[in-house]
């Protein structure tokens, strides 16, 4: 690949810059009654999010924004350098595109 050449993704060949994460965690949930007009017969249990227990990963998936294909999987909590080595690559700007510094465009 060429070094200016941003990555793609093998399976749709969508420029992408950004991946979406599917991570194996433990979370933990308050839980309640989820009363439908105080009918017993529609109570169901409702569930608020309150937060990811830290360290919890056993494995993650990292896909394709744009068709769903994992490109990468890493086990535990981990950052694997291939993932932070195809970021990097995909929001390299070429000079010829980059934007001008505010203060360069004040002088």
Known sequence: MDETEKPGCPKCGAL???LKAYAREESFYRVYLDSA?????????????????????????????????TLFSSEADTQPQEVIDFL???????EDE???DEEA???
């Open 37 to 69: 007009k105080f009918d017993p017969e529609l109570d169901t249990i409702g569930y608020d999010y309150q937060q990811c227990v830290e360290g919890s990963t056993t494995h993650t998936d990292f896909i394709c924004p744009n068709c769903g294909e």
């Open 16 to 18: 992408i810059t950004t």
């Open 98 to 100: 980059a934007v001008p």
């Open 88 to 94: 990097r690559k995909a929001n390299v700007i070429p």
């Open 105 to 107: 465009v004040k002088e």
